[in-house]
């Protein structure tokens, strides 16, 4: 018996029953609902349709409790296995992809340094797609491990990723058009900053001036993580301070 699954799955079940009474859920209704969810499963959408909906949810519940830097969803497209890069990530070298330079800090909240960080970066090709998700990409690509100096200091180069279309063709893309939604997100940069002792910190960040910053389908967007319009040699620059706390005391949540 485990208390914490059975209060969260009671809260989920009784939530759900309460808007199918509500909204007068007919049985076929429900059967289509079930079909629905069937055909999310078989295209491997669990995960996206999940985060669309609630990633923001629980990323707010989190900033509400943290001290550190503004978090933000993950997404469906982190990998754990991406290499460690040095000043640059792999992309494809094509004139039309305009670089991006993405330098900073990483500072705990009492001002020092911490010891052994590394941050994740990953983004989409300037095509709108993943590697290691989508295919034909090479799964180093435009994604990489930077690790951060004892100053405290880092920066990596790569290209502008673009705004960004959800799989429009699958189910969850079907799902936010009947809705009358759209399925499009602004362009975006990801990051996990990961340090031992610290809270790992997943965030990513915009671009002040692209495409659906402020109507993102996702809803994944706060102010302070709009990135300025800025550009020095040619380059856009993304400038950020991280700020980490340190590890949080659980209470029996994880258990
Ligand atoms: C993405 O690239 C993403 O970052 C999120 C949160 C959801 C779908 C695709
Ligand atoms: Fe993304």
């Known amino acids: 018996m ?4 059975k209060d969260v799955v009671d809260g989920i079940v009784s939530a759900v029953q ?14 289509t609902a079930l079909h629905y969810l069937m055909k999310v499963a078989e295209q491997r959408e669990i995960a996206l349709l999940c985060d669309v909906f609630f990633n923001s949810t629980v ?3 989190k900033a509400r409790l943290s001290s550190g830097s503004t978090p933000a969803i993950e997404g469906p497209y982190y990998r754990e296995d991406a290499p460690f890069v040095v000043d640059r990530l792999k992309t494809y070298d094509t004139d039309a992809h305009k670089p991006l ?3 900073g800090t990483v500072k705990a909240v009492d001002g020092s ?29 435009y994604r990489g491990k930077l690790r951060v100096g004892r100053d405290g200091q880092f920066s990596v180069r790569t290209t502008m990723p673009v705004a960004y279309q959800i799989p429009s063709d699958g ?7 009947t809705m009358g939604g759209h399925s499009w997100r602004p362009a975006h940069v990801h990051f996990k900053v990961k340090a031992p002792g610290y809270e790992t910190l997943t965030t990513q960040y915009y671009f002040e001036g692209g495409d659906w910053v402020g109507d993102d389908c996702c809803n994944g967007v706060e102010p302070s993580l709009i990135s300025p319009e800025k550009v020095e ?7 950020i301070d991280f700020v980490i706390e340190p590890a949080l005391e659980r209470s029996g949540a994880n258990t």
């Open 113 to 141: 340094v911490a010891e052994g960080v590394t941050i994740d970066v990953w983004h989409s090709t300037p095509d709108g797609k993943y590697s290691g998700f989508h295919d034909g990409i090479p799964t180093d690509f």
């Open 59 to 61: 990323v707010a519940t």
């Open 18 to 31: 309460r808007v199918l009474d509500e909204k007068e859920i007919t049985e076929s209704e429900y059967r």
């Open 233 to 239: 040699e040619g380059a856009r620059v993304m400038n």
């Open 171 to 177: 189910p969850t893309g079907a799902l936010l058009e």
């Open 2 to 5: 485990n208390k914490r699954v």
């Open 101 to 103: 330079l993405i330098k």
